[in-house]
């Protein structure tokens, strides 16, 4: 029904979480899925579960912070498949400092991760998709692309900057016929934010502010991505969907 039969599908921090989950949504619509991240057991592990499900899938090592690593997964995707027909980036982290002790390294390693990793995936992918001269990219923002919260410097700058990337990419590519959009999740349970999760008053905290009155699964940021990177999204480039329960209407 989405038109995702047979699409070849990247999935950058596929292992878990919110990807994870992405990745099974664009393989129950009939895509083969690359899942990319770091942890081999984790990577492993979601490709062989999702093959379970009757479609193929690979689990591939990707670190988005080293260009070599972002190399070599892209190629192997040439080998195993000969295209690429949509990447989402979700590979992403996050350090909670205050900005006055925001310590270097974190801020490196943020940055790297969340944003030039994206640079040196999408660079990849729409070198491969001009060349099809077809492709769909979804990058994955957050709520502090949009506003400001403590103690995350770092992961606001570099989300505020993907969804600027993003785009721009949209804009050079359309003529192309590559669709870059974004979506930008509202508070959604994972690894990520486990610690915040675990504390009462910042769950009370946030749901007392949020519309709908409860987070947000992980399977529906996967079907906003799905959305945006099907043919039923074919008008749709530079466009940010927050999956928020309203969260940022309200600010
Ligand atoms: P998780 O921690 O569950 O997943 C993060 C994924 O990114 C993992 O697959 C991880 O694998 C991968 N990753 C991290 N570093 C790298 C790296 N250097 N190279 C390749 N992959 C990497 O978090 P979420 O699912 O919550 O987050 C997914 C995306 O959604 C992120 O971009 C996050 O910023 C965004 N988001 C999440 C929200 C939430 O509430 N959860 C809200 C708004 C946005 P590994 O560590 O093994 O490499």
């Given at each position: 029904?989405?038109?995702l039969?047979?699409?070849?599908?990247?999935?950058?921090g596929?292992?878990?979480?919110?990807?994870r989950?992405?990745?099974?949504?664009f393989?129950q619509?009939?895509a083969?899925?690359v899942?990319?991240?770091?942890?081999?057991?984790?990577?492993?592990?979601?490709?062989?579960?999702?093959?379970?499900?009757?479609?193929?899938?690979?689990?591939?090592p990707?670190?988005?912070?080293?260009?070599e690593?972002?190399q070599?997964?892209?190629?192997r995707i040439?080998q195993?498949?000969?295209?690429?027909?949509?990447?989402?980036?979700?590979?992403?982290?996050n350090r909670?400092?205050p900005a006055?002790a925001?310590?270097?390294?974190?801020?490196?390693?943020?940055?790297?991760?969340?944003l030039?990793?994206?640079?040196?995936?999408?660079?990849?992918?729409g070198q491969?998709m001009?060349?099809?001269?077809?492709?769909?990219?979804v990058?994955?923002?957050?709520?502090t692309?949009?506003?400001?919260t403590?103690?995350?410097?770092?992961?606001?700058?570099?989300k505020?900057?993907?969804l600027?990337?993003?785009?721009v990419?949209?804009?050079?590519?359309?003529k192309?016929?590559?669709?870059?959009?974004?979506v930008?999740?509202?508070y959604?349970?994972t690894?990520l934010?486990?610690?915040?999760?675990?504390?009462?008053t910042f769950?009370n905290n946030v749901?007392?502010q949020?519309?709908?009155?409860?987070f947000?699964g992980?399977?529906?940021?996967?079907?906003?991505?799905?959305?945006?990177?099907?043919p039923?999204?074919?008008?749709?480039t530079g466009?940010?969907?927050?999956?928020?329960?309203g969260?940022?209407?309200g600010h």
């Open positions: 029904m989405l038109g039969e047979n699409k070849i599908v990247a999935i950058a596929g292992s878990r979480g919110i990807g989950a992405t990745a099974e949504r393989a619509a009939g083969s899925v899942i990319g991240s770091r942890t081999e057991t984790e990577f492993t592990e979601a490709a062989d579960s999702i093959r379970k499900m009757g479609t193929t899938a690979l689990g591939l990707l670190d988005v912070t080293s260009k690593s972002v070599q997964f892209f190629n040439d195993e498949f000969g295209r690429l027909d949509v990447l989402v980036y979700c590979s992403g982290m909670r400092v006055e925001y310590p270097e390294d974190a801020w490196d390693q943020v940055l790297s991760t969340n030039k990793g994206a640079y040196l995936c999408c660079q990849e992918a491969r001009i060349q099809q001269k077809d492709g769909a990219i990058t994955i923002t957050s709520m692309s949009h506003i400001a403590p103690n995350q410097s770092a992961y606001a700058a570099t505020g900057g993907l600027q990337y993003t785009k990419l949209a804009v050079e590519w359309g192309h016929n590559i669709r870059v959009n974004a930008s999740p509202g959604i349970e690894a934010n486990a610690n915040n999760f675990r504390n009462e769950r749901l007392n949020m519309p709908m009155g409860r947000g992980t399977e529906e940021i996967a079907n906003a991505a799905c959305f945006l990177a099907s039923m999204a074919s008008y749709i466009a940010c969907l927050p999956v928020d329960g969260f940022l209407a």
